[in-house]
């Protein structure tokens, strides 16, 4: 094919941008498996015998052929009688589609890139578009009167075409490798140029470029422009959350030991920030270790994608969807409660691994998954944002945490905070607090997307098509559980039931959370009071977990109860954190840092209630 030797095609510079755009497409992985799936169907052809099979014909398959049959442009034939559907017919459609599509898709368009003069092109796509009608025609003079030799006529061009194929996968993998070492030549001599001298920004510079057109990153103190590689980024678009941010916590906590030993790719480092000020420290071997250590027991690959959490994902969401169908068609207090549990459950233990990036390896499946909170009327970008980066990052410090920002001056959680007269009663009304959390989390969606973290610096993009979607996403919310049932029943039982609904969801969601962070066992820190700056070591120390040999719990906090191991390793699925916990509580003792779990849930949430009793009537813990 043309492709394996782009680097001969004569371009003119006219065409350049139209050829790079041919050959994005051509270099995507979607395109590479519609030709993978190609030489599986030129496969079956090969090896089906070519005789009369007939399968029963379902009624949606007759809808579905009889749309197909007319919206097809080319002549076409029967595949399906009154009550059969023939499958050497259905095999020939699938040899005639194949060939046509690669034609249409992949032929066609290079001929308008390519520098030959118009009379060329003229008889080029004459030729090609007479193929493309005159195969067709020819299937259906075989279906009619083929020959005896005609048969393996077809199959050695079966096999000819799969050999066309697989030219064509092996062209694309070309070509994306050319596209890359491109880009590494490009980012090399912008390194080259950078070298002679190093340039500084300051955030307020740095903050400007959070888009996928200009994506810039801090990593330390170095600033990576990022831009060509995000196609390429094994997490996806999940640096897009970090865009214009600093993301050092992240590059530490997500890749493989092997990496964050060395520095991130410096052909795409394009200087450093100005004034830039570290909190933490990441060249201590302790975490680097443990991480080691944990590779080396449960390999990478094995991190995600397990059977129990798949289960469980599908349990959820067929509950919480069967309830939402129940509260909407009754609005009782049992469905409201039951709407409300299960829109809980699918959050903590499939939206929160999706967003985590450790529901599946597949990364299209993780990104569905984070997409869960979407269906249960919230927003998975501002969970990535204020949660990965705005929490994990920097847990339980003051000036960064945003759960300090989120809470005050309603609850105060860190001793340094201002006190005021109420927040002596605390620890009475944070259960009504608690009440609505759900209705902040719904009903902030549009001003966290606004949010500049305290980095300082604005964390991630948003597009206005995730705008457009979340004003959707309220809409159907407001509409399904509120509106339709005030009509349908009355205001007075839709509100009542709306808020049980919500407050049910606020209670199962936000006191796993609470007792993770906020209890006298878990440390809190500040920018004048890190007497321990190890990142590593920090997660532990400000962590607690609970009940961590209790089925029940892990399984309905969606592991939340192994809060420690969980946030040093964020991308490993919940139902696999407790085989890592014997290594972290033994390097954690041998580095002497403090590893709390309390026996059972009602001791950490006892921890908890009196944790906001002093804060609530002392300046001081």
Same mark, same amino acid.
């Given at each position: 094919?043309?492709?394996?030797?782009?680097?001969?095609?004569?371009?003119?510079?006219?065409?350049?941008?139209?050829?790079?755009?041919?050959?994005?497409?051509?270099?995507?992985?979607?395109?590479?498996?519609?030709?993978?799936?190609?030489?599986?169907?030129?496969?079956?052809?090969?090896?089906?015998?070519?005789?009369?099979?007939? =399968?029963?014909?379902?009624?949606?398959?007759?809808?579905?052929?009889?749309?197909?049959?007319?919206?097809?442009?080319?002549?076409?034939?029967?595949?399906?009688?009154?009550?059969?559907?023939? !499958?050497?017919?259905?095999?020939?459609?699938?040899?005639?589609?194949?060939?046509?599509?690669?034609?249409?898709?992949?032929?066609?368009?290079?001929?308008? =890139?390519?520098?030959?003069?118009?009379?060329?092109?003229?008889?080029?796509?004459?030729?090609?578009?007479?193929?493309?009608?005159?195969?067709?025609?020819?299937?259906?003079?075989?279906?009619?009167?083929?020959?005896?030799?005609?048969?393996?006529?077809?199959?050695?061009?079966?096999?000819?075409?799969?050999?066309?194929?697989?030219?064509?996968?092996?062209?694309?993998?070309?070509?994306?490798?050319?596209?890359?070492?491109?880009?590494?030549?490009?980012?090399?001599?912008?390194?080259?140029?950078?070298?002679?001298?190093?340039?500084?920004?300051? #955030?307020?510079?740095?903050?400007?470029?959070?888009?996928?057109?200009?994506? #810039?990153? *801090?990593?330390?103190?170095?600033?990576?422009?990022?831009?060509?590689?995000?196609?390429?980024?094994?997490?996806?678009?999940?640096?897009?959350?970090?865009?214009?941010? %600093?993301?050092?916590?992240?590059?530490?906590?997500?890749?493989?030991?092997?990496?964050?030993?060395?520095?991130?790719?410096?052909?795409?480092?394009?200087?450093?920030?100005?004034?830039?000020?570290?909190?933490?420290?990441?060249?201590?071997? &302790?975490?680097?270790?443990?991480?080691?250590? *944990?590779?080396?027991?449960?390999?990478?690959?094995?991190?995600?994608?397990?059977?129990?959490?798949?289960?469980?994902?599908?349990?959820?969401?067929?509950?919480?969807?069967?309830?939402?169908?129940?509260?909407?068609?009754?609005?009782?207090?049992?469905?409201?409660?039951?709407?409300?549990?299960?829109?809980?459950?699918?959050?903590?233990?499939?939206?929160?691994?999706?967003?985590?990036?450790?529901?599946?390896?597949?990364?299209?499946?993780?990104?569905?998954?984070?997409?869960?909170?979407?269906?249960?009327?919230?927003?998975?970008? *501002?969970?990535?944002?204020?949660?990965?980066?705005?929490?994990?990052?920097?847990?339980?410090?003051?000036?960064?945490?945003?759960?300090?920002?989120?809470?005050?001056?309603?609850?105060?959680?860190?001793?340094?905070?201002?006190? &005021?007269?109420?927040?002596?009663?605390?620890?009475?009304?944070?259960?009504?607090?608690?009440?609505?959390?759900?209705?902040?989390?719904?009903?902030?969606?549009?001003?966290?997307?606004?949010?500049?973290?305290?980095?300082?610096?604005?964390?991630?993009?948003?597009?206005?098509?995730?705008?457009?979607?979340?004003?959707?996403?309220?809409?159907?919310?407001?509409?399904?559980?509120?509106?339709?049932?005030?009509?349908?029943?009355?205001?007075?039982?839709? &509100?009542?039931?709306?808020?049980?609904?919500?407050?049910?969801?606020?209670?199962?969601?936000?006191?796993?959370?609470?007792?993770?962070?906020?209890?006298?066992?878990?440390?809190?820190?500040?920018?004048?009071?890190?007497?321990?700056?190890?990142?590593?070591?920090?997660?532990?120390?400000?962590?607690?977990?609970?009940? !961590?040999?209790?089925?029940?719990?892990?399984?309905?906090?969606?592991? !939340?109860?192994?809060?420690?191991?969980?946030?040093?390793?964020?991308?490993?699925?919940?139902?696999?954190?407790?085989?890592?916990?014997?290594?972290?509580?033994?390097?954690?003792?041998?580095?002497?840092?403090?590893? &709390?779990?309390?026996?059972?849930?009602?001791?950490?949430?006892?921890?908890?209630?009196?944790?906001?009793?002093?804060?609530?009537?002392? %300046?001081?813990?």
């Amino acid at each position: 094919m043309g492709d394996l030797k782009i680097s001969t095609l004569n371009l003119t510079k006219r065409y350049s941008n139209s050829f790079q755009l041919l050959l994005m497409v051509h270099s995507h992985r979607v395109f590479r498996g519609f030709f993978i799936m190609l030489l599986l169907f030129h496969m079956i052809l090969l090896l089906v015998p070519w005789i009369e099979i007939k =399968i029963p014909a379902w009624p949606i398959l007759k809808i579905i052929f009889a749309i197909g049959a007319s919206l097809w442009p080319f002549p076409t034939f029967d595949m399906l009688s009154e009550e059969n559907l023939y !499958l050497r017919q259905v095999l020939m459609k699938t040899l005639e589609i194949s060939v046509i599509m690669l034609y249409a898709i992949d032929l066609l368009p290079k001929i308008f =890139i390519w520098r030959q003069n118009v009379l060329w092109k003229f008889v080029n796509i004459v030729i090609l578009s007479q193929m493309m009608f005159l195969l067709p025609v020819s299937i259906i003079a075989y279906d009619k009167i083929a020959l005896p030799t005609d048969t393996m006529k077809l199959r050695i061009f079966s096999i000819s075409f799969c050999f066309v194929i697989v030219c064509e996968i092996l062209s694309i993998r070309e070509q994306k490798s050319l596209r890359f070492l491109k880009i590494n030549q490009r980012q090399q001599e912008k390194q080259r140029q950078i070298k002679q001298k190093i340039q500084e920004f300051s #955030w307020c510079e740095i903050v400007k470029h959070d888009s996928p057109n200009d994506c #810039w990153i *801090v990593i330390k103190d170095k600033i990576y422009d990022v831009t060509q590689f995000l196609q390429y980024h094994p997490g996806g678009n999940m640096i897009l959350d970090g865009a214009g941010g %600093d993301c050092t916590a992240l590059w530490y906590s997500y890749h493989p030991s092997k990496l964050i030993k060395q520095d991130p790719p410096q052909q795409y480092m394009i200087g450093k920030v100005r004034d830039y000020q570290q909190y933490y420290s990441y060249d201590d071997d &302790f975490y680097q270790n443990i991480k080691e250590e *944990v590779e080396q027991m449960i390999p990478r690959n094995n991190w995600q994608n397990h059977w129990i959490l798949f289960v469980k994902g599908f349990l959820c969401i067929i509950g919480y969807l069967a309830c939402l169908y129940y509260y909407v068609n009754n609005c009782t207090l049992l469905s409201a409660i039951l709407l409300g549990f299960f829109a809980a459950q699918a959050d903590v233990n499939i939206m929160h691994d999706g967003n985590h990036y450790a529901f599946s390896s597949n990364k299209t499946l993780s990104f569905l998954a984070g997409y869960v909170l979407d269906l249960t009327f919230s927003t998975s970008v *501002v969970y990535r944002r204020s949660h990965n980066f705005g929490h994990h990052s920097c847990v339980n410090h003051l000036e960064l945490d945003r759960a300090f920002d989120t809470t005050f001056p309603y609850i105060r959680l860190h001793p340094l905070q201002q006190r &005021f007269w109420y927040h002596k009663y605390q620890h009475l009304y944070i259960w009504i607090i608690y009440t609505f959390v759900n209705f902040t989390d719904v009903f902030g969606t549009f001003d966290e997307m606004q949010w500049f973290s305290n980095y300082p610096c604005r964390r991630g993009y948003v597009s206005k098509l995730q705008v457009f979607l979340q004003i959707i996403v309220k809409i159907l919310w407001i509409s399904l559980t509120l509106i339709y049932p005030s009509i349908k029943f009355s205001y007075k039982v839709a &509100f009542g039931m709306w808020f049980v609904y919500n407050a049910v969801h606020s209670y199962n969601y936000a006191l796993y959370f609470s007792v993770n962070h906020w209890t006298l066992e878990a440390g809190v820190v500040d920018n004048q009071n890190i007497n321990q700056t190890n990142w590593g070591k920090l997660q532990i120390q400000n962590s607690s977990n609970f009940a !961590l040999d209790s089925f029940i719990w892990t399984h309905l906090s969606g592991g !939340l109860n192994y809060q420690i191991e969980h946030h040093l390793f964020p991308q490993f699925a919940h139902t696999r954190l407790k085989e890592i916990k014997s290594t972290i509580q033994v390097k954690a003792q041998q580095a002497k840092i403090k590893y &709390f779990e309390f026996p059972s849930f009602l001791d950490a949430l006892i921890s908890h209630y009196k944790l906001l009793k002093i804060l609530g009537s002392q %300046d001081k813990i």
